[in-house]
C-alpha cells in the first residue's frame, strides 16, 4: 500500500501553460508539505499545510498555489509555466505539527519538464 | 571512507567496509536532525533520526552521531551493501520554525563489487 502517493509521474508540457500535481496521504497524517528538488539534487521546502491550513509558505512565486480539499490530500496549481520550474516536486507528510518534529514521509515525486 | 556533503561529492566503498557520511550544520538552534536515503527516481526515504539531546542514535546498521560543539552530524553504514547505493541526505529543523526541515546538499554513496 503507497503512504503517499503523487500524480503524474511526469509531466511535460509547454512553457505558459498551467498544471497540476495531486497528492494524497493514506498514514493519517494532520500535516503536508510540498518540495522541489532541483537538477543538482538540492531539495527545498515550498509550503506545509496543517488539517488545511497554510503553516509554511516559502519564497515561491505566487504562479504556485498549493490547495488542501481535506487533510489527506495536498494539490499543488502552477499557473503560466516557466522553462525554471523544470524540476521535481515531492509530497510529504507528518504527524501532527506544532509539537516535536515528526519524520516527514516522502512521495515517489512527480518530475515537471518545461519545454 | 569519509565525505563530507558539500556540492554533492561522491563517496565510494568497497562491498562490507563500513561507509561515514558527514554533514555540517550552521544553526545553533537545530534541534532536531534526520538523515533520508534517495535511490535513484525515487522519493527521498527515511533511515534515522536524533533530537539535539541525544549524541548517538543507532539503527539497523545504521548509527547518527551528533556532535554539537562543532556542529557536525554523521552516519555510519556498517558493511555497506550494494543496496545501500544512494544519494543521502541530512536535514534539520530549527526549534520553533514549525516542521520545516532544511536539508544540506547530499552525498553520493557508491558501492563498489
Known amino acids: 500500500d503507497t503512504a503517499v502517493s503523487q500524480t503524474p509521474k511526469y509531466l511535460v508540457t509547454q512553457m505558459g501553460n498551467d498544471k497540476s500535481i495531486k497528492c494524497e496521504q493514506n498514514?493519517?497524517?494532520?500535516?503536508m508539505y510540498w518540495y522541489k528538488q532541483d537538477s543538482k539534487k538540492f531539495l527545498k521546502i515550498m509550503f506545509s499545510?496543517?488539517?488545511?491550513?497554510?503553516?509554511i509558505n516559502e519564497t515561491v512565486p505566487n504562479r504556485f498555489s498549493p490547495k488542501s480539499p481535506d487533510k489527506a490530500h495536498l494539490n499543488l496549481h502552477i499557473n503560466s509555466l516557466e522553462l525554471g520550474d523544470s524540476a521535481v516536486y515531492f509530497c510529504?507528510?507528518?504527524?501532527?505539527?506544532?509539537?516535536?518534529?515528526?519524520?516527514?514521509?516522502f512521495g515517489p515525486g512527480t518530475r515537471l519538464t518545461v519545454l | 571512507g569519509e565525505s563530507v556533503g558539500l556540492h554533492l561529492p561522491t563517496l565510494s566503498v568497497q562491498e562490507g567496509d563500513n561507509s561515514i557520511i558527514n554533514c555540517a550544520y550552521s544553526?545553533?538552534?537545530?534541534?532536531?536532525f534526520i538523515w533520508y536515503k534517495q535511490e535513484s527516481g525515487k522519493g527521498p526515504q527515511f533511515i534515522i533520526d536524533?533530537?539535539?539531546?541525544?549524541d548517538k542514535r543507532q539503527g539497523q546498521r545504521v548509527t547518527v552521531l551528533l556532535n554539537k560543539t562543532v556542529k557536525h552530524l554523521s552516519l555510519q553504514i556498517a558493511a555497506t551493501q550494494p543496496g545501500d547505493s544512494a544519494v543521502y541526505f541530512c536535514?534539520?529543523?530549527?526549534?520553533?520554525?514549525?516542521?520545516?526541515?532544511?536539508f544540506g546538499t547530499g552525498t553520493r554513496l557508491q558501492v563498489m563489487l
Open positions: 510529504a507528510s507528518s504527524r501532527l505539527a506544532g509539537g516535536p518534529v515528526d519524520t516527514q514521509y
Open positions: 498514514l493519517g497524517h494532520d500535516t
Open positions: 499545510y496543517n488539517n488545511k491550513e497554510l503553516i
Open positions: 544553526n545553533s538552534a537545530s534541534d532536531y
Open positions: 536524533i533530537r539535539s539531546n541525544m
Open positions: 536535514a534539520e529543523n530549527i526549534a520553533g520554525t514549525a516542521s520545516k526541515l532544511t
